[in-house]
């Protein structure tokens, strides 16, 4: 059951093959049995997942529903989630009991789905690798001594190994795609705008966006329509309608234009994802489509600039954590300014104290105009680089990340060896589109991702175009051995 995919378990439950309680009871078994070694999930929530079963499966019984009914998720812990412990992977937030549900976990329950647990992220989404959050590392299921990615790496080892049938992520620079590359998984981050942040904890505002996290692109076309859509409650979100995004999966790729930038395949680039990617765009060109060279040229400025940019939106939004109205609060403070002092320096870890230093820098009066004006300048150039290259072609190819999952520890004291993980999933951000990373053959063993960038609203071309590369292959079957 554990292996099926989110459509094939909607099949299964609607011929009544198994029910909703019994494919919970399953996950939850799976989840005791596995997660304790990979610690993907910060919070399981077995009663209140039975109870969403059974009302699935009385739904089922009783009419009409979504294909989503009685599916089993878990949400990454930086959506807030009503009676429940959400964490945001920091010791800040390690009592904090939502007193609402993010609009993503609002819509998703509407739609019937079974919410298992929370998954273990990486502090404030801060991070490639998810070794900052509080509640340790997450370990790789393709090989436990490996990080998973980050910072959605929890929910993309609890995909992985058949601990859940999907997860949601979010991807500030690249934290839905780069775990996704890394575990073996489809992860679509969408436009920015599409999916509301209501609800979902800030990191920085103008880059983040939720998006789903699954074995296939038929899955994510899936969640995303159950996600997608405006929201009153974010100003940001978008009044664009949602179209059917299952009815695009299957449209024929004959004449569609593929751009390879050329800054995405030169060094820095491992030579085993570099042989995966051309694997892919071999079949890309069997099943019609036309690749093309293209150029992104201020690529190698996304990320300095990003890590100007989300720095100082961090550091605006975690000032909220004070001590005062939530989170942690030191013992016995001797005055305010000791009581601000002391909570924050207990309650955040080093990556989000360097993030909040180096953004209140930037900001300062005296050099803003350098590091954040210029930074502002910087995204317009890379969003005119994207707006030039759809002028050319349909959807941008490329690796998700330079390398497959890399050991334990191996940057962890390194932090610009850490950001240059996000070189190829950073600069979608910075402009707002929409990216999506699928698993392509493998290198050493270990899962390998390819991305797909495409124009604003485009995620129904993104998925059709990695739908009609797994009707054909079967790389995004792969299981990690021991999970299968
Ligand atoms: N790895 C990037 C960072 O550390 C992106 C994180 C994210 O997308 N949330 O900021």
Redesign the pocket.
Known sequence: MHKMTIAELDRGLRQGAFTSVELTRHFLARIDRYNPRLNAYITIDADRALEAAERADSQRRSGEVGPLAGIPIAHKDIFCTYGLKTSCGSRMLDSFVAPYSATVVERLAQAGVVMLGKTNM?EF????SNETSWYGPVKNPWDEMRVPG??SGGSAAAVAAYLCAAATG???????R?PAALCGLTGLKPTYGRVSRWGMIA?ASSL?QAGPMSRTAEDAALLLQAMAGFDPRDSTSSQEAVPDYRAELSRDLAGLRIGLPKEYFGAGLDAGVAASVEAAIAEYRRLGAEIREISLPNSPLSVPT?YVV?PAECSSNLARFDGVRYGHRCQEPRDLLDLYQRSRAEGFGAEVKRRIMIGTYVLSAGYYDAYYLKAQRLRHLISDDFRRAFEQVDVILGPTSPTTAFPLGDKADDPVA??L??IYT?AT?LAGLPGLSLPVAQAGGLPVGLQLIGDYFQEGRLLNVAHKLQEVTDWHRASPPGFE
């Not at 989404?125 to 490639?128: I, R």
């Not at 979010?170 to 839905?176: F, Y």
């Open positions: 990486d989404a801060m991070g490639s980050g910072s979010t991807d500030t620079g690249g934290s839905i780069q990191f983040d990003y989300a850490m950001y993980n996000d950073i951000n």
